[in-house]
């Protein structure tokens, strides 16, 4: 019902940008959080940095003041914006959101996530 895809993935040199983008479709009414997870090599999967409906948000302490987190409901996108970027950073990164549907359930959707390399 709701499809999520992720760009803005490759390799990048520690220090460097990268911003990832996801794209929702699908029977969307209205989108009320949206998130991007990562998972690196042998580690679970953690919260990178969420927004919910208004504006707010929250980060994972290893990103604060280096990756923030936009979305536009209108378009129905979600953005993460990566600086200074580490090796540890180096993970499989996932889209995530909250919608309600056209038939006014609530359910949440997965991206099937980008790599996101950085290199030392």
């Known amino acids: 019902q709701v499809q999520l895809v992720e760009s803005g993935g490759g390799l990048v040199q520690a220090g460097g940008s990268l911003r990832l983008s996801c794209a929702a479709s699908?029977?969307?009414?209205?989108?009320?959080?949206m998130a991007w997870y990562r998972q690196a090599p042998g580690k679970q999967r953690e919260l990178v940095a969420a927004i919910r409906t208004g504006g707010a948000t929250n980060y994972a302490d290893s990103v604060k003041g280096r990756f923030t987190i936009s979305g536009d409901n209108a378009n129905n996108m979600v953005y993460l914006q990566m600086n200074s970027l580490k090796p540890e950073d180096t993970a499989v990164y996932y889209c995530?959101?909250?919608?309600?549907?056209?038939?006014?359930?609530?359910?949440?959707?997965w991206g099937k996530g980008t790599l996101v390399t950085v290199s030392s």
């Open positions: 995530s959101i909250l919608v309600t549907t056209t038939a006014r359930v609530t359910m949440s959707s």
């Open positions: 699908g029977s969307i009414f209205s989108i009320n959080a």
